[in-house]
């Protein structure tokens, strides 16, 4: 996992500019079942935009307190201008992450994002049967 993770690094770099580039910062997630998560899942990751579709890769404290090291792609049909610089996108997710039930585990789910110019906040919905 950790080499495809470089090998998109090197493939976004070539072929990216730099307006299409963000670094994504993890922070915390919320759980609806009542569990001992780790709520608190700091990381950092890049992720290239191009158009209505989301590439990223990146790492982070999970919600079982493991390392997650990750590749992925957001695809976002529904993007809408709310006023200004504000814009919203919604869509669905699909990757790979390593820490969870499997050595690979393959992920899926709705994300959301509120966006004015390069700063954004991002919500990701996983269905519980993914990871657990």
Request: hydrophobic letters at 40%; proline letters at 2%; charged letters at 15%.
């Amino acid at each position: 996992m950790k080499k495809i993770i470089v090998f998109l690094c090197m493939l976004f770099t070539g072929t990216a500019h730099a307006e299409d580039l963000s670094i994504i910062l993890h922070g915390f997630s919320q759980h609806l079942v009542n569990h001992n998560y780790n709520q608190t899942n700091n990381g950092v990751g890049i992720r290239y935009d191009n158009y209505d579709l989301g590439l990223q890769v990146g790492g982070y404290r999970n919600s079982f307190n493991k390392d997650t090291f990750y590749a992925g792609v957001d695809w976002l049909p529904y993007q809408k201008n709310i006023s200004g610089c504000v814009d919203f996108s919604a869509g669905t997710f699909y990757g790979f992450a390593t820490g969870y039930k499997y050595a690979v585990t393959p992920t899926i789910g709705v994300t959301a994002a509120i966006k004015c110019d390069k700063v954004f906040a991002r919500v990701r919905i996983v269905p519980d049967f993914i990871y657990s």
